[in-house]
């Protein structure tokens, strides 16, 4: 007999996948526009809307010449994860309900970190604007560098927001800029880490979070980056489910989570790269 109601414990991984994906308040979730995304297979298909050149001048008499308005396919590969587990009858009896608990907990945050980790990846690898760090530490000047590769579109309200490595915390938390309330742009509160691991806002407004999942593995070290709003996005394809199979002569019963999802940098020039070491 299943010790387990698979829908349960899927609803249970999906309501904690939300609090344990580190990386929602910085990418643009479209999977509600599901249906305006072309699906081929393992293919997401992200329309990307091409920026129109400047206006003109007119000159009376002189017909104007309307610009078509370009779209770019934007191309991701559909992602399966999964993640297996076993509940044994006896852990299940002893534990109740606690056992059951902490396994939803677990796989989705092992399913989160692998969901971030892509999303990382795709800003890592994609980004056109890259700043290198002089050291290891960060500072307010590298900061500065990386807001200034966007020229004069750096509004507060552009901006999805920050999010560092939990390495930088510390240099953060040094910088009178970003803790000291009697600066203009320091805001009360900077500094305390919420649930969603953001320890505050630069400038007043743009948050600030941490992930350490912000990691560059081809040099081993920590990233942080500035990211526009809908810069980088990505779809729930299928949310996690989650089959039962009995094993009897074990006396457990296991639980196999998985989901789909795609990840994409839809703007290369919407992100700002901060790291040691630039290729």
């Given amino acids: 007999m299943s010790l387990v109601i698979g829908k349960v414990y899927a609803d249970a991984v999906n309501q904690k996948l939300g609090v344990a994906l580190k990386m929602k308040d910085i990418a643009t ?4 526009m599901v249906s305006d995304i072309l699906i081929y297979g393992n293919e ?4 990307t809307f091409n920026r129109l050149t400047g206006a ?21 590969t559909v992602k399966q994860t ?26 989705a945050e092992v399913m989160a970190q692998k969901i971030d980790s892509d999303l990382v990846n795709e800003m890592i690898n994609n980004a056109v604007f890259k700043t290198a760090l002089d050291g290891d530490s960060l500072t307010l000047t590298a900061i500065d560098s990386a807001f200034d590769v966007f020229g004069d579109q750096v509004q507060n309200s552009s901006f ?29 509160g900077n500094g305390i880490v919420d649930d969603s691991n953001c320890i505050g806002f630069w400038n007043g407004t743009v948050p600030v979070y941490l992930s350490d999942q912000m990691w560059d593995a081809t040099n081993s070290e920590p990233v942080m980056a500035i990211v526009k709003k809908g810069a980088l996005g990505y779809i729930m394809q299928k949310e996690t489910t989650v089959e039962e199979e009995r094993e009897a002569k074990l006396l457990a019963t296991d639980l196999v989570a998985s ?8 703007d290369s020039k919407g992100v700002s790269i901060l790291k040691k070491t630039i290729v």
């Fill in 29 to 32: 979730n479209y999977t509600d």
């Fill in 44 to 47: 997401v298909h992200f329309p």
């Fill in 56 to 76: 003109e001048e007119v000159t009376q008499g002189v017909e104007l010449v309307p610009e078509e308005i370009g779209m770019t396919d934007s191309v991701a």
């Fill in 82 to 107: 999964a993640k297996p587990v076993r509940i044994y009858d006896k852990d299940k009896a002893q534990i109740k309900g606690a056992t059951v608990e902490a396994m939803a907990v677990q796989t």
């Fill in 160 to 188: 999805a927001g920050i999010v560092a490595h939990g390495k930088f915390r510390s240099s953060l938390m040094r910088m009178d800029e970003f803790t000291k309330i009697d600066k203009t742009y320091a805001v009360a």
């Fill in 259 to 266: 989901n789909l999802y795609a990840v994409k940098l839809l």
